[in-house]
């Protein structure tokens, strides 16, 4: 049987602008994380792909760099705007701030989203890029077997 003080204590700690502080950390840690992993997919379809690329995966190759370049400026602005808030947020601890909280809660809900469809799409991006290489690695396998 769980505690009911503790089940309550818990509840409201997750409502808490501390934990809402906590997870604005936690959002920009895996946005940095994903700008190393974009670096690393554009270095990968720039200068290992693209040039094994036949047209139509040429095409893609450079639709998928257009779009890593794309994510990545967008999560350099969703980070300034999580950081902003985290400041906010800060300041809401300190009883610093005359805005309401019930604000800063909105605001932490529509940061919230941004954060979720931000690494939606990126993850849809990465797919991509791991199915084209995929397919290039295996079209070289069989070259190389029908050339043997």
Not at 43 to 64: R, T, V, Y
Not at 92 to 111: G, S, V, W
Request: net charge positive; proline share 0%; with cysteine.
């Amino acid at each position: 049987m769980k505690d009911n003080t503790s089940n309550h204590s818990e509840k409201r700690y997750k409502s808490s602008i501390e934990y809402l502080h906590k997870k604005t950390q936690e959002w920009i840690s895996e946005i940095e994380f994903i700008k190393i992993e974009q670096k690393f997919l554009n270095e990968l379809i720039s200068d290992h792909i693209i040039g094994l690329c036949k047209s139509d995966n040429f095409n893609q190759a450079k639709l998928l760099l257009k779009g890593i370049e794309h994510e990545s400026i967008l999560g350099d602005e969703l980070i300034v705007s999580i950081k902003d808030h985290n400041v906010n947020l800060s300041l809401l601890m300190e009883h610093i701030y005359l805005k309401k909280e019930a604000d800063f809660r909105k605001d932490h809900n529509f940061l919230k989203e941004e954060v979720k469809n931000y690494i939606q799409n990126f993850k849809y991006i990465k797919e991509q890029v791991y199915e084209l290489v995929l397919f290039i690695m295996k079209k070289g396998k069989q070259k190389k077997f029908l050339t043997s």
